[in-house]
């Protein structure tokens, strides 16, 4: 069963910035926060990923809290290119590469 | 550097028929992971294969089965299939090596099932 939880849907405005929450109150000490993304009928595509410090690249910002039981990944200014469905996933980097998704949140970017 | 592929893009096959879908990773990608998606399921893992070696399984039934090639490229297998097999399966390849193996993912094939 996925390990964590996520709204089922969310609307952005474009050009505002999207915070998609994502809970997972039993993740592990070994465990990291994983971001994928899946644009209709495309294969999912990686976003970011962290541990416990906050992280940043060019795609979005992951903010992990303190206690790690909860993150929010933010899309600085979103587009409508990024209307996609968001996946929050833990998994021990490098142990093995079996990924369980959720549902996900339907992000909606609104013209 | 070239993305993960996948053949076919797009199949359709009958109820009873067998399928072979292939994969090819990202060059220097030692695993390979299969998935399939449906509406109904999501998206559900099938199984990982490093080395030429499965290591990871989920819960599919025997008719599912796959291998890898010493190129790393890989192929699952469907038999007898049946109506619900029809969905978009998914290909992803990573290195592998330890911190940061995050997994990419192929375009998909379509199966449908009549």
């Known amino acids: 069963d996925a390990k964590t939880t996520q709204p089922p849907s969310m609307d952005c405005a474009e050009g505002r910035a999207a915070n998609l929450p994502c809970n997972h109150s039993?993740?592990?000490?070994?465990?990291?926060v994983y971001w994928y993304r899946q644009i209709h009928s495309q294969g999912p595509q990686y976003i970011i990923h962290?541990?416990?410090n906050n992280e940043t690249n060019e795609m979005a910002s992951l903010i992990i809290t303190e206690d790690r039981k909860s993150s929010t990944l933010i899309l600085p200014h979103a587009t409508l290119r990024d209307t996609a469905v968001y996946y929050c996933?833990?998994?021990?980097?490098?142990?093995?590469?079996?990924?369980?998704f959720g549902k996900g949140t339907r992000l909606h970017i609104l013209p | 550097k070239a993305g993960v592929t996948q053949t076919p893009r797009y199949l359709i096959k009958t109820r009873g028929q067998q399928v072979t879908l292939s994969c090819s990773p990202i060059s220097g990608h030692r695993s390979v992971s299969w998935y399939q998606q449906t509406p109904g399921q999501g998206l559900q893992f099938l199984f990982e294969y490093f080395s030429e070696t499965q290591r990871n399984k989920g819960n599919f039934p025997g008719r599912f089965s796959g291998r890898q090639f010493s190129n790393s490229r890989s192929e699952m297998n469907v038999s007898t299939l049946e109506l619900g097999d029809s969905a978009l399966y998914l290909c992803?390849?990573?290195?592998?090596?330890?911190?940061?193996?995050?997994?990419?993912f192929g375009p998909g094939t379509r199966l449908t099932v009549l």
């Open positions: 039993t993740i592990s000490g070994n465990e990291y």
């Open positions: 996933i833990v998994r021990v980097a490098g142990r093995d590469d079996k990924i369980i």
């Open positions: 962290g541990l416990k």
């Open positions: 992803a390849s990573s290195s592998r090596t330890g911190y940061g193996n995050e997994q990419f």
